[in-house]
Every structure is written in C-alpha cells, then in structure tokens.
Nanobody, 126 residues
Framework: QGHLVESGGGLVQAGGSLRLSCAASGRTLSSYAMGWFRQAPGKEREFVAAIKRSSSTTYYGDSVKGRFTMSRDNAKNMVYLQMNSLKPEDTAVYYC???????????????????WGQGTQVTVSS
C-alpha cells in the first residue's frame, strides 16, 4: 500500500519562503491529479493548489494566487509547493493529496482525492 509523505514545513517570518515536498512510495504520482490543502486550528480544510494528471495545468486558491507555485517532477516522483511572500494567515498544517482527476470545480474539493499525507506544519510569524 503506497503512501504520501510531506516535508519542508517549519517556522518562517512573514515575507519569507518555504518549499514543501510530497514524496510517494508505492505510487506513481504522474498517474494522479495532485493537490495541496491546508488546515488551521478550528477551521475547515482549505484548497491551496492542484495540478492535473495529464498536463501541467495548475489551479490555485484565491488566497495564495500569485504567491504559491505548484509543480511536479515525474522523474523523481515528487510534487512541490513553492510558497513565497508568506503571511501569518498562511499558518496551517499542509497536506498533499492524490486523486483520479477531474475539472477545476472538482479538484478544489477534498472529495477529488483518495490518498492523503500526514501533513507538515507551516508557521509564519509576524
């Protein structure tokens, strides 16, 4: 049974950058649409970014558009989330997820994803 593992989280000052990575074992990530979600204490899980299975098309949540960039490296079986100009409101646990695909309206929902990592904490100080 494959699983996803996120890494790269940590503590950073506002305005700083972090790059999150998602590694998979037992699964070929190029076969999946991939997503990043985040969840802050007391809040629902929020869509951050997604990349389609068969293309490099990416989608972003309004709160991160222009600051975050999602990419995949099929040769390394990895997915990344480059986060720039971080704000305190970006503080959350970030989750990587894999799913069968779909259009934008589906990929922004947690229902589009079958497999989830355990999450990595990102804390942005003001």
């Amino acid at each position: 049974q494959g699983h996803l593992v996120e890494s790269g989280g940590g503590l950073v000052q506002a305005g700083g950058s972090l790059r999150l990575s998602c590694a998979a074992s037992g699964r070929t990530l190029s076969s999946y649409a991939m997503g990043w979600f985040r969840q802050a204490p007391g809040k629902e899980r929020e869509f951050v970014a997604a990349i389609k299975r068969s293309s490099s098309t990416t989608y972003y949540g309004d709160s991160v558009k222009g600051r975050f960039t999602m990419s995949r490296d099929n040769a390394k079986n990895m997915v990344y989330l480059q986060m720039n100009s971080l704000k305190p409101e970006d503080t959350a646990v970030y989750y990587c997820a894999a799913g069968g695909g779909g259009n934008y309206y589906y990929l922004v929902t947690t229902a589009a994803y079958d497999y989830w990592g355990q999450g990595t904490q990102v804390t942005v100080s003001s």
